[in-house]
């Protein structure tokens, strides 16, 4: 992380706008990561109560469900790189990509 940060300012006549940096002491830097980590971390979480579902057992089980979630471990890949980003927070975390359902019927 670079030790600064952008303000953009638009003069409301002309219409320009200026960019200006703001430098970061060490400390400013360290609260901001803490907090952009635990911003991640909660968006981690959300992300996977919002796909909760696709641990239930019949949902990818063809003889349970008709029509059933194929791609099932693709979400149990995607949900474990969720959890690494829940327990070990950082500030520049990389969330993956949500995998696109893949329903198939017997």
């Known amino acids: 992380m ?26 400013e830097i360290s609260t901001y990561q803490a907090q952009e980590a635990q911003v991640n971390k909660q968006k981690a979480k959300d992300l996977l109560a919002q796909t909760d579902w696709t641990t239930i057992a019949d949902v990818s089980d063809p003889a349970r469900s008709n029509p059933y979630l194929a791609n099932a471990a693709d979400f149990v890949i995607y949900r474990n790189a969720l959890r690494t980003i829940v327990f070990n927070p950082t500030y520049d975390a990389v969330f993956p990509t949500i995998p696109v359902e893949d329903w198939q019927s017997v």
Do not use: Q, S
């Open 2 to 27: 670079d030790n600064y940060v952008l303000f953009y300012e638009t003069n409301a006549e002309t219409g320009e706008v200026t960019e200006t940096k703001h430098y970061l002491t060490p400390e």
